[in-house]
Every structure is written in C-alpha cells, then in structure tokens.
C-alpha cells in the first residue's frame, strides 16, 4: 500500500511542467507551485516531435509571444549539423492549410462539433472557421456564462500557430483523423539565459510587448541548444536581414542582448547548466552539443539600459573622449568579490603553464596587471608576442603587455557569471581639435572624473545612442556625462569644451564659455572696470601669447589702480568673467595674472568677495586644485588660496571647509611636484594661522610625516620655504603636540639648514629649532649631536638680514652650555728667569672647552701662541690632567681632578697657535657624566664643545 508521498508524487506527475523552470533554470516558488519541476520521458518526449531538430541551427516565423523569453514559432528550415543548406520545413504547414481548405470545400464535411453525453472533450483537436479561413484548434476550457446557459463559448488553442482565443462553441467542426492527428505545427520555445530584471519571476508587461513590436510574425534564425518534446530552448535567437548588393546578411535584432540593453532582463548564466542536470538520465543531449556548449562558452559584457534614464557610473579607463570605459557602480560590490575569488583561484592553482599556444587573439584568460596593483583580472588577448601578450583588461578597459608567465587559462566554469564590466563609451555632442589637445583632453577628462588621489568619482551617465564597440561588447554607449562638484554638476563634455580642448558638435546644447570678443580699442566704457568683460574675452579667444598677455596686464591694471568704492558700486559685471578664465586657459602667465587681479579685488571689500563666492570662484580654485595633469595650475591654485586668505578672512572661511582641507592635502600627498607641494604648504600655513580648528584637522592626519617627507625630497629653497612656513605656522598653536617635537622633523629641517642660503629658509628653521630646543634638555643634545653649532656658524658668515644673525647667534649661545667643576688656583712664576717678560702674579685659569665620545675625551684650551714643549705645558696623572702655559707674559694654569681614570701613555698633546688641545683615553668606555669628579658650582671659563669640533680635534692629534 503506498503512503501519502508515494500518492501525492503519482498525482504530481500528472502535472504540466513548472514555465518557470522551463524558463529561468529555477522555479523561485518550488515549496507553492502546483506545477512538475522534473522531466518525465513517457509524458514530456512525445514520439510526434521526431521530426524537430535536437541541435543545429533553425530558421522560425514567430507566430505568438507569451511573454519576452516564452513563444510559439513555426519551423520554416532547418541547417542540421554537417549541412551547409536550410531543409526546407515551411511545405508543412502550407499542406496542412491546403487540406483544411479542401476538405471543407465539400459542405457534407461542414459537420458542426456536438458534445456526447460526458461533455466536451478537453483535449479533441476541432476546426475552426475564422476568417474564411479554417484553422486546426484544441478545446482547452469550456466557459459557461451564467446570464446565459444555452450560449457555450470554448478557450480554444491554435495548434498551428500558438495563440489562445475564446470562441462560440457552436462554431466548431468536426476534423477527419487524418487532419486531426497531424503533427502540430506550433513549437513552444524558450530563449535562454536571460531573466526579469530584479530576479522577479515574470517579465514585465513592456518587455513583452517590446518583444511583440518587434519581432512577431517576423523571420529569426536560432541555435538548437535543447529539445525536449515539442519545447525547443534556443540562443542566440536574431532577426537578420539580407543585404543584396554586397551579397552579405546583417544582424539586426539580438533577442538576449536588446532585452539586457533595454533594461528588461539580466544575464541568467546557469540556465542551460540547470536544464541539463535536469535532463541527465532522462532526454538525450548530443554529446557534441555538451562539448561545444563548455568549450565555447562566452563572456557576456555588461551595458547601459536605454530604457533607464540615468545611470550610476565610474570611468575605469579613459583613451580620450571618444574611447572610455565606464562601470556600473551597482556591480562595483559583485566586481570586487570576483576580484577576490579570481586571486584565490591562482593562489591555489598556481602551476604556471605556457597557456599562450592555446591562446588565440579574441579569447580570454586570466592577467596579472604586472605594471599596477599585481591584481589578477579577467582579460581578453589582443596580440601574441615572442615573450608577452598584450590584452585587454575586459572589466576596466585598460590595455597592457604582460610576460606570458603572467597569464592564466580561465576555467570553463568558474568566472563567468558576472558580465564583463568594462563598457565602451564616447561623449556627445563633441568632436576632437587636433591630436596634439586630444591626447591631453583625455589626461583632463581622467582628472574630472577622479579625485585628486584617483578614487573614482560618482558620475551620472545618460545614453544618447549606440555604435558599434571596438573592444567591449558588441554596442558603444554614446553617453552625456556629468560629475558632481563640490557644490554643482559638471558636464565633462561642456568642460572640455570650455577649456578649447574639443569643438562642440552644431546644434547641441553646449553654450559657449564667451561670445565673441568686441572690438573693446573703440568702445566707449563708462570705467575702465567695465571693460573688463571684453578683455576676459579677447584673452579666451587669443592666439599669440604675447598679445594676450599685455591684455591680461591690462586688466591687473585696472583691477589696482582703477579700483574705488564709487567703482565698485556702479556694478560687479566683470566678476563673473573673471572667474569663468579660472582653469580654463592655455598660457599658464596669462592665468597667473588673471588670478592675482581676482586677490585685488577680494581685498577690495568683503562685498566684492562674496560676489566672487556667488560666482563660484572656490569650485573654479578647487577645479585647478583637482588637475594632477597640470602641475602649474595646481601651484597657482594653492599660491591663490595662501596669497587671498591672508587678506580677506571673509573668503578664509570659504576655504576652511573640512572637505577643502582634505583636498589640499590630498594633493599634498599625491603629487610628486615639488613645487606644487611647497605652495599646497604655504596655503595651508594661511589657512592654519590663528585657526585652532585647522591646527587639530592637519595633526589629526599626521601631518608632520608629509612635511618631513617634502622637506627630505626638495632641492628648491622656495619649496623648502613653503613647507618651514607651515611648521613655524603649527607651532605657533603649541598646543603639546608631540608631532612638532619629533626628531625625524628636526633633523630635516637641521639637514635642510645645511645645504641652504635662503634667509627665510633660515629664519624659519632657527625659529623651529629654537623653539624645539626649548622643550627638553635632551633636544638641546639632538641639536648638538647633529652638527648644529658649526651649522650655526657657517650660517652667520653669511650675508644675511640681521635679525637672521641675530637669531643664529641667540641659538648657539643657548647651546653652548657651561658646565660646574672645582674651583682652580693660579701659580705665580719664578722671578728667577729675569729676561722672559712673565707677570709675577697669580696664574689665569684660560678658558677651556671639551667634548666625549665613548673612548675619548678632548679639552681644547684658549691660549694663544703657548711657550713652551707639550710635556711641560701638559702632565697627566691616572685621575687629573695639569696645564701651564705663558702667553703675552700671562700665566695660564688649571689642575682638573677627573671625573674618572685614563690611560696616561695614550693621551696626547697638540699645541697649536691659538689652541692647546688636550687628547685623554679613558680606562672605561662609555659616557661622562661630567668632567670633573665633584660637582662644584663656582664659575669658571670651562664649557662643552659643541659636537662639529669633535672630529676636527681627534683628526688632528690621533
């Protein structure tokens, strides 16, 4: 006895089979569904259908959409595998419709269909007239109408055709067996690999009706791909058309990729695989139809819908405007996660096998991206060389040559899924200049579309039309693309435009930047203010440089001279001319002089400035900030911000935004321009100046590394001027931060003090070094351990301003540090050597100096032209060291008890014409404490030397 499984599959397998199953691969309500979601060979392969085609290819009319993917087609011809020629299939239905025509000729054969006692026979074939024209159709359903017994309509399907229709049952007739058994004509089919947008489980009404615009009753020519009964699943599915006088056919509709470009349907990879698991021991699949299908499985690319209005995108690639590669952001998430994967995958394969000979140009692998990030990434081969392949990265739209140990064969089973992201683009309404701009309006639009850092930027893209692709897939977007700024929208098209790169195509809506300049030499002003618009403009249009360039000093002029309060109330109309140069100009002293005379007058009032800010002057500084391509408008940007933010506080607060700042040192850190960088640290020192809020921002960002790093890298004394300026400017906030106090900075500064003349350079660095001497006793020792004090006296033999000097002189006093010791006697001479000309009073104790490292000590004694031999001047014992020289009849003399033993036979004397230096090998290595062996606090000419004498003294006497 069967239990109630056993039962309820039995009464399952009666069931229709499940249309989404059929249709996607995977029916999305299995646990709900009341269809059959399995193949079963006694109901499904019906012997009548022997005669449709298992593979090959079929040439079909459509005769009924049931929805985007679901049809009904009729078989014109088929091209069987190993063919050449169509078998020619349409005869069939053709003779079919000529005996329904003949039979019914004869009115006996007119029998109308009456039901026997049981009702109508769902299922019986019948005729039906529609037309005049007689139809084969089988009754599906029997409506009753409750308002009317006696009239009985039937839903009725057209067995030859596909369509459903309900008619009067009374119009049915009765078909001879031999009509009525024939073969059906209407062949269910599916296009593969396609689903509803969303992964939703039915196709919207307008993909439908989209498909039906367009195709029914139209001619296509698919590829068998399965066959199961009377349903054939089918792709590629097209609508070709034959070209006579080049004797050639062309695509014209691709069912699969319309639907995806369209924005009706996604990519649905696993269909075909889903449907031949579940055809595995129960429908036979030609063998060569398995193979080809894994051998020759494609990457789809992904595409911009025309049916969405705009799209969210990031520009992975720019050649120029009329070659770049967008992504859509929505994939960014599933892109990374195969980026991932892909990384695994040839970590744990990583067998390396000259792939290269399977290889052909057009197919794909995997690439490692040796002159980047070493990613590996999905890749299209473009040209086979002896040691390398040069390919196209297929999901960013880069092009590059890579060693052929670098390249991967791409498993038929993995990786596919995602379309290749990379979607080949062009701008609207623009045409190229010459090559010369477009080379360089493709670095300009690669800085539009990216931040200063290269992140990639939000863009939204609006698909204008298509053409065919060079490289990605098989249509090229046409598209208008826009960035959003800071604190409006772009149009990178209208930019470049502006900036003379590209000519804007007739009839587009891109407006000019200016109207064509006016004959300014002849026309009367009411100021010399308003004629500035007309000078902005003869400088946009100018071709000479020269010419240009007096015109812009023209407009210096006036904005310095002419500039009065009366003036400045008769109206700001030259303003916005002004900003609208900012960036957009070829000769970088022309913009150099358009910016200064927009300083003159934001210093003008504060009215006039926020005339300016209303203008957009700040997104057009920001702009310039933003062209890594350009480094000298970078510089001026910066220089712009230092030079206007130290005379209007009112145009400061524009700039001291947090997303400002982050900008500036974006840049910072980016460029390798040492220039650039020194003007990113003077406009940050203008901003930084009495604004604690900045202060905390750049600290917080670590600063002081960057700065450092500037310093070390920078041979120009204005760069190195830039950067001191910022560090004198946080240092004033001193706040205890640690960062202003970190060795490493100082030791650049120390280094950079040695290789420069600069007097703000100096002035600087002494002030920093002044100031970091000041915070630790141990500082003062980095100070002198790094050559400071010889650092600081070549640098007052230098012509410097004299509080410079001063500065240095003020810094090495503080330095040179004395130290205690115990008190010293004099010796009174001898009168008994009457002829020496000796002062008989008591001995001076000379000034002396000393200096250690871990072995030595050295005293370098004050004593001009010393009489005498070294041994007399000098004797050591094992703890003290005596000296006793005569100079100018004076008695020099000390006895120093030693802070600890020497080595006496190592110790040595050098008497030289102004120094006496004194050489003593310690008995124990390492550090002194101090000279002397108790401490004494008494005054005495005894005082550390400063590090830079060390090596001179010990070169001279060892």
Known sequence: MKDRRSEQRDENDNLEMCTQMMAFGICRDNMRCKYRHKIIPEIDCIEDADWLPREGE???????????????????????????????????????????????????????????????????????????????????????????????????WFVDCGRMKTVSAVKLYELPENLASHPFQAIEVFVCKIRPVDKDTEWTKLASTFIHDKLHDKELVGNVLLRVGRIMWLDPLLLRKYLPLSNTVSQQFYIHEELVRQGYADKNPDHLKRLYKLC??????????????????????????????IHKVHVSSVSTPDLFF????????????????????????????????????????????????????????????????????ADYGDSDKVPKDKVREIPVDRFYELPLQAIECKLADIVPIDDEREEKCGDVMWDLTHYVNSDLRDLTAIVKETEPAKFAGRQKMVVELCTSSRSNVVNVAEE????????????????????????????????????????CAAIYFGTDETKVLKIAEEISYCCAIYLTEAMMKSGESYVPSLVKLIGRLQYTDVHEVILNSCVCL????????DVFVDENIIDSIVRCLEMNCNGILQQQAAMFIAESCKKSMRLKSHFLKTDKLQLLLEVLGSTDNDQVQGSICR?????????????????????????VKCLSQTAEHLVAEGV???????????????DLKKESLIEAIVNNLNRTDCDMCIQYSIQQCDYFASTRRKHKTFLLEHNMVPVLSRLIELDLQPTTKQLCKDLRTSLVVKVPSEPL?????????????????????????????????????????????????????ENSVNFRATSDGILYTFNYRLFDSIIVDKCTVEVGSHIVAISMKKQKEGKWSRLLHEKVKVKINLYILYPGLTFFVIKCIF
């Open 496 to 535: 470049l435009s502006w900036q003379q790169l590209v000519y804007p195509v007739q009839g587009s809506d891109i407006k000019p930047l200016f109207s064509a300049p006016a004959r300014f030499k002849m026309k009367p002003y009411p100021t010399l203010l308003h004629k500035i618009p007309d000078l």
């Open 724 to 738: 001191l300026m910022l560090i004198a400017a946080l240092t004033e906030h001193d706040s205890g931060c640690e």
């Open 58 to 156: 079929i040439k079909v009319k459509l005769s009924c959409v049931l929805d985007a993917s679901h049809y009904y087609v009729r078989i014109l011809g088929v091209k069987r595998p190993g063919c050449k020629q169509y078998e020619d299939l349409s005869t069939r239905y053709t003779d079919i419709m000529m005996k329904l025509s003949m039979w019914f000729a004869n009115m006996k054969n007119k029998k109308r269909y009456v039901p026997d006692v049981h009702g109508y026979d769902l299922g019986k074939v019948c005729a039906y007239e529609e037309n005049d024209v007689f139809h084969r159709v089988q009754i599906f359903n029997v409506v009753v109408n409750p308002e009317d017994a006696d009239s009985i309509k039937v839903q009725v």
């Open 280 to 309: 595995q021991g129960k429908v036979e699949v030609p063998t060569s139809l398995l193979i080809k299908t894994k051998e020759s499985r494609q990457f789809d690319t992904d595409v911009l819908p025309v049916i969405r209005q």
């Open 602 to 609: 934001i210093q003008a009032s504060d009215r006039l400035c």
């Open 683 to 707: 406009a940050l020192s203008s901003l930084c100046t009495g604004c604690e809020s900045v202060f905390d921002y750049l600290m917080s960002k670590c600063i002081c590394i960057k700065l």
């Open 825 to 877: 006697a004099g010796t009174t001479l001898r009168n008994e050597n009457q002829n020496m000309n000796i002062s008989t009073r008591s001995g001076v104790p000379p000034e002396v100096k000393w200096v250690q490292n871990t072995f030595r000590v050295v005293l370098k004694v004050s004593v001009n032209d010393a009489i005498g031999q070294s041994n007399d001047i000098v004797k050591f014992t």
């Open 326 to 393: 967008v992504q859509r952001i929505e994939k960014n998430d599933e892109l990374e996660m195969l980026m991932k994967e892909i990384g695994l995958f040839v970590e744990q394969n990583d067998v390396y096998e000259d792939v290269s000979v399977e290889l052909k140009v057009g197919s794909y692998c995997l690439a490692q991206y040796t002159n980047f990030d070493q990613r590996w990434y999905r890749a299209q081969v473009l040209k086979i060389e002896a040691d390398e392949l040069e390919v196209f990265f």
